[in-house]
């Protein structure tokens, strides 16, 4: 898969253009490795405008190999072990797979395309999650998954970039063609003037508050017509998501939101009396083949598509950019040259 490229670039100034997740771990790792990096974003230090800030976080290349490529596997596990090295906060408490008996068969089916789990019967899930005891005969353990809070994790890189050496500038929106470093352009969606191909897949999710439920680790429940995923964050707060949609509009409709919160109720009826907090969507930054990409140009290299396994890639291909701007490594399955 690497192939050493006869051409090496040396040490050069770099300007990576977004500060979403893809944008950090590119202005991180190359920071760390010397370079003199300046992240910039167009909008504030919110993040509200990028798809990042509205994602779930899960680290868990083993539960998406069910819908996704071996590159995204592969990818994924590499990832982890950068996210532990450079963000060794990162909470890896594993992922948690649960189904009703009527949905056995998506239970098996889920068991049989992915691996890296235990089975755990229904005393052991109630010792993993309380919360959840007797509610489930069986569940799958993904014991070395992570989730991360996006909206912490974000700022917290961006220290990290800041402490490696690098400069962020929020409001700035600097043209690719006059910058005098080397641009890695991480825009997400708005890079569709680069790419056409690139489309928005939407997401939508509800976050709701409740003390009646504690939850250490994401909870997917699998099910024929609303599989979902219930992350848990600061304040007794619950990240219900999410709905995955050929869509580019923003906003929620009543049919997603009653999906949502009836998956919800029937992993916990507590749900039922949590407070919602917030009721949104984004759009995933997607290919045709739903695989990133990253694009060699001459003076601009484009990081994107990570569709909807940003958080889980983005160390990842990171490294990869850092490895053929330093010693010119080729990946054939993840780079192309324009
Ligand atoms: C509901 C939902 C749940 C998800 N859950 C997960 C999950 O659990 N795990 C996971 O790994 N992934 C998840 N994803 C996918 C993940 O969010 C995306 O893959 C990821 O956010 C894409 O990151 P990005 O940095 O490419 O784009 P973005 O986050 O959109 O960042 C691009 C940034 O570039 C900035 N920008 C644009 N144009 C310019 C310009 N001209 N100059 C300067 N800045 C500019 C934008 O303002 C933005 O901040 C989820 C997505 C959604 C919607």
Redesign the pocket.
């Known amino acids: 898969m690497l192939q050493k490229a006869r051409e090496k670039r040396a040490t050069t100034p770099i300007a990576v ?7 950090a771990w590119q202005a991180l790792l190359f920071a760390k490795a010397g370079h003199a990096v300046t992240l ?4 504030n230090d919110a ?1 509200a ?4 800030y ?6 868990a290349p083993w539960c998406e190999a069910e819908v996704s490529e071996p590159l995204v596997t592969r990818l994924g596990l590499r990832s982890l072990a950068l996210w532990r090295e450079h963000a060794p906060d990162t909470p890896f408490n594993g992922s948690l797979v649960v189904a009703h008996p009527r949905d056995r068969s998506d239970f098996e089916r889920f068991a049989h395309m992915t691996s890296g789990h235990q089975r755990l019967q229904c005393d052991e899930v109630s010792k993993l999650e309380p919360s959840l005891d007797g509610r489930f005969r069986e569940a799958l353990f993904f014991p070395d998954e992570g989730h991360v809070e996006p909206r912490r994790v974000l700022p917290e890189l961006h220290a990290c970039i800041r402490a490696a050496g690098g400069q962020i500038q929020f409001g ?3 043209e690719a063609s006059g910058i005098e470093a080397l641009a890695i352009d ?5 890079a569709r003037d680069t790419f056409p191909d690139l489309r928005g897949v939407k ?3 509800i976050i709701v508050e409740t003390d009646e439920i504690v939850l250490s680790r994401p909870v997917r429940l699998l099910h024929p017509r609303w599989p979902l995923y219930i992350i848990p964050r600061e304040g007794n707060r619950f990240m219900i ?2 709905t995955s949609i050929e869509r580019e509009d923003d906003g929620v409709s009543v049919r997603s939101a009653l999906e949502l919160l009836s998956a919800a109720y029937a992993v916990h009826p507590a749900f039922g009396e949590a407070r919602i907090v917030e009721i949104g ?5 997607a290919f045709p083949d739903n695989l990133p990409r990253i694009a060699i140009g001459k003076e601009r290299i484009a990081v ?1 598509g ?8 983005a160390p990842a291909l990171a490294e990869l950019t850092l490895g053929y701007v330093a010693r010119g490594e080729i990946d054939n399955e993840v780079m192309q040259c324009r």
């Open positions: 253009i977004g500060a979403g997740i893809a944008g910039h974003e167009r909008g993040m405008s990028a798809t990042s509205w994602a779930g976080g899960m680290l700035s929106a600097p991480c825009r997400g969606l708005a997401g939508e999710e998501g999410a969507s984004g759009l995933r930054p994107n990570l569709f909807r396994h940003g958080f889980l890639l």
